[in-house]
């Protein structure tokens, strides 16, 4: 959401340009939410795979999203991104790690 807001918002609207010098504080909180997903992807898949957990994620970040990223416009992920979180929302809504 957040890569969204700035794409969206500031280059379309505002038209700035998207870098680091420009956006340290935006930077640095998307570094931290990979980081954050990344750990989280990593809890939940190693009590199943175990050691396989790395490969399975170094498989879906270079097999999937950064082909992703880098073959389709950004508008589109924007959108596509959109409707898998919201799908993903519906589909876990009731699965709770508490019990």
């Known amino acids: 959401m957040v890569k969204a807001y700035v794409e969206t918002f500031e280059v379309k609207l505002r ?4 870098n680091y010098k420009n956006y340290p504080q935006t930077t640095h909180t998307i570094i931290g939410l990979i980081l954050a997903s990344t750990v989280a992807f990593n809890c939940a898949l190693w009590p ?10 170094g ?3 270079f097999g999937i999203i ?4 880098l073959l389709v416009p950004t508008y589109v992920q924007n959108v596509v991104g959109l409707i898998v ?3 993903v929302l519906q589909e876990y809504s009731g699965v ?4």
């Open 85 to 87: 979180f919201t799908f």
């Open 66 to 69: 950064l082909q992703f990223m």
């Open 96 to 99: 709770s790690m508490l019990y």
């Open 59 to 61: 498989t879906c970040f």
């Open 15 to 18: 038209k700035k340009e998207v």
């Open 48 to 57: 199943h795979y175990g050691w396989n957990t790395p490969i399975l994620m």
